[in-house]
């Protein structure tokens, strides 16, 4: 595996360009339901818009994320695209601590590498925050492909099985043998796929998430679905029918959706924005939450390397290959499971025992699918219970 140190420079070119389109976005007229009833409310994003082309500094933002040690690696080992020869970008933060334990954390959509900033100095110091050196942690943070600066797969089939093994890959060539895995919404799919097929080298994995393709067996010869159960999935259906339309189109259209999304950084941004206040625990304020600077180092890190549509083709792929489990067929590594309150699903614990061996569940006081965001003291608290035993 071959490795070149990487640092993020945006050319002042493309800046300037950025700033003139949002000065000449042609407004969608106002409708006559109430703010945010239909989407995101058009008085909240023509703030952020006026903001982003005036004040927000992007070059501060990219010094921030030049703190972060991050790499591109070349990928050599096989894999199940043969005509893809896969780039990776990651961040590798090593631990301060006698002995580190190496972890890959997998960000989601409309997430990136940017969500676990503040995550990471937990994690990798933790004495800095009061913690014990014991439980550093040496972090691996990629970009999944077509994210960032990952580049896009070459050919069809990535899904989050072959990112798995690009994942496992790219830890053995750090030198780690032996690892944990992380991850919420994209990321958890990666995790558990990880533990899938490679459990001689994953230790257990963490989750803040369950994906939403996850599905036990269900045949004759397994236990009846409890009450619990029953009203979890009826929940989940009752959510993908109000709001699980942007999956929808993600997992069916993207390309059509990719045009107006590279197009418009206004579109773009709501696309992303709508998200991170409808699945937070914000109460509907989502700069209670998430700063404007913050929101917009990650929506400008979409706009600027173009891969709004090469992120959701994930989507695409994870339908074609479905995180479904056969009679019979269990994750044999230990799972760890962090209920966030604000979450968009909130399987019971027994959904997931179905397949995984849980020996570590809690139901967070609070927090919602940006966990690493938005809680980020509680997750790593949370990821050094469950690996601690592990080590």
């Given amino acids: 595996?071959?490795?070149?140190?990487?640092?993020?420079?945006?050319?002042?070119?493309?800046?300037?360009?950025?700033?003139?389109?949002?000065?000449?976005?042609?407004?969608?007229?106002?409708?006559?339901?109430?703010?945010?009833?239909?989407?995101?409310?058009?008085?909240?994003?023509?703030?952020?818009?006026?903001?982003?082309?005036?004040?927000?500094?992007?070059r501060a933002a990219e010094r921030r994320l030049n703190l972060q040690p991050q790499f591109i690696a070349q990928i050599d080992e096989p894999h199940d695209n043969p005509h893809d020869n896969p780039r990776v970008h990651f961040v590798h933060r090593r631990g301060v601590g006698p002995k580190p334990y190496p972890l890959v954390i997998t960000h989601g959509w409309p997430g990136s590498f940017v969500e676990f900033l503040a995550l990471l100095d937990l994690l990798c110091d933790p004495a800095a925050s009061g913690g014990q050196p014991e439980d550093a942690f040496d972090v691996?943070?990629?970009?999944?492909?077509?994210?960032?600066?990952?580049?896009?797969?070459a050919s069809p089939g990535t899904s989050a099985f072959q990112v798995a093994d690009r994942w496992a890959a790219l830890m053995r060539g750090l030198g780690y043998e032996r690892f944990g895995a992380q991850g919420g919404d994209l990321g958890s799919a990666v995790s558990i796929a990880l533990a899938l097929r490679h459990p001689q080298n994953v230790d257990g994995i963490h989750l803040n998430f369950l994906p939403g393709s996850y599905q036990p067996a269900l045949d004759a010869g397994q236990p009846p679905l409890t009450g619990a159960e029953q009203d979890f999935l009826r929940a989940r259906d009752q959510w993908l029918a109000l709001e699980?339309?942007?999956?929808?189109?993600?997992?069916?259209?993207?390309?059509?959706?990719?045009?107006?999304?590279?197009?418009?950084?206004?579109?773009?941004?709501?696309?992303i924005a709508e998200k991170f206040r409808a699945w937070s625990d914000c109460d509907g304020q989502i700069e209670r939450v998430f700063s404007r600077d913050n929101l917009l180092t990650n929506i400008s890190l979409y706009w600027y390397t173009q891969t709004m549509g090469s992120s959701i083709?994930?989507?695409?792929?994870?339908?074609?290959?479905?995180?479904?489990?056969?009679?019979?067929?269990?994750?044999?590594?230990?799972?760890?499971?962090?209920?966030?309150?604000?979450?968009?699903?909130?399987?019971?614990r027994s959904w997931l025992e179905r397949t995984f061996d849980v020996v570590q569940w809690t139901d967070m006081p609070r927090g919602g699918h940006f966990a690493a965001m938005e809680a980020p003291e509680l997750l790593a608290t949370e990821i050094r219970n469950f690996f601690r035993p592990l080590r």
Avoid at 32 to 50: D, H, I
Avoid at 259 to 269: E, H, K, M, R, T
Avoid at 322 to 328: L, N, S, T, V, Y
Wanted: proline content about 12%; glycine content about 6%; overall charge neutral.
């Fill in 244 to 271: 699980g339309g942007y999956s929808h189109m993600h997992a069916t259209r993207p390309a059509t959706l990719a045009y107006s999304l590279n197009d418009s950084p206004v579109g773009l941004a709501a696309w």
């Fill in 140 to 153: 691996v943070v990629p970009s999944l492909p077509g994210f960032a600066f990952s580049p896009a797969p």
């Fill in 313 to 348: 083709q994930m989507y695409w792929e994870n339908r074609l290959q479905p995180m479904r489990f056969a009679a019979g067929q269990r994750l044999t590594r230990p799972v760890g499971f962090a209920r966030f309150p604000k979450e968009i699903n909130q399987p019971p």
């Fill in 1 to 58: 595996m071959h490795l070149e140190p990487f640092r993020i420079h945006i050319p002042d070119t493309e800046i300037d360009q950025l700033r003139q389109r949002l000065r000449q976005t042609r407004w969608t007229p106002a409708g006559p339901y109430e703010p945010w009833q239909q989407g995101v409310a058009s008085e909240w994003l023509r703030e952020l818009t006026y903001y982003w082309a005036n004040d927000f500094d992007w």
